[in-house]
């Protein structure tokens, strides 16, 4: 998904590559710390969320991982994934699974840099609009989407199929 970077004196904003596994992997294990106190531990999933298709790669299925570097450490990446066609007249939606900034680097403008690039990244892919979601508690996330024009979408309600819910559905034994 677009291969152009996006690069300033001090950051530069790119795909993730192959090889950025080692990058990934701290930044999933702060994103656990941040969000759940602890990490999992089990980093090889950094290793294949790089080498086993969300990174930028025409040939793959139109999910990526973007990462922002603050000179050569890696301060944020956002996971998104190419919706086509979204609902009625509306073309193409690009849908932010994630957006995580270090703590180190926030109140840099990163996090901003990191959604005009992707506001970027949806009009070069023929989007016509950008969705995400943030827990309803989440008011410093809120605060930062509104401010860069975000409207909370009332019309829609998130919902989520998990653990045995999951398991019940796919294996066809879901409860009435």
Not at 21 to 43: I, R
Not at 111 to 135: Q, S
Not at 143 to 162: D, M, N, P, T
């Amino acid at each position: 998904m677009g291969g152009n970077a996006m690069t300033t004196p001090k950051l530069t904003i790119r795909p993730a590559r192959p090889d950025d596994h080692s990058v990934v992997a701290p930044l999933m294990m702060a994103t656990e710390v941040h969000y759940y106190g602890a990490p999992s531990g089990d980093w090889q999933f950094a290793r294949s969320w790089t080498q086993d298709g969300v990174v930028d790669d025409p040939d793959a299925a139109d999910s990526a991982l973007h990462l922002a570097f603050w000179g050569d450490r890696a301060v944020a990446y956002a996971s998104v994934a190419l919706v086509s066609p979204s609902n009625g007249p509306r073309g193409r939606t690009l849908f932010m699974k994630e957006l995580f900034v270090a703590e180190s680097a926030r109140g840099e403008g990163i996090g901003e840099a990191m959604m005009a690039y992707l506001a970027r990244l949806a009009v070069e892919k023929g989007c016509d609009r950008l969705d995400f979601t943030t827990t309803d508690i989440n008011a410093g996330a809120r605060r930062f989407y509104a401010r860069i024009g975000a409207r909370e979408a009332s019309e829609k309600v998130y919902l989520r199929l998990e653990g045995e819910a999951l398991a019940a559905l796919a294996s066809g034994n879901a409860s009435s």
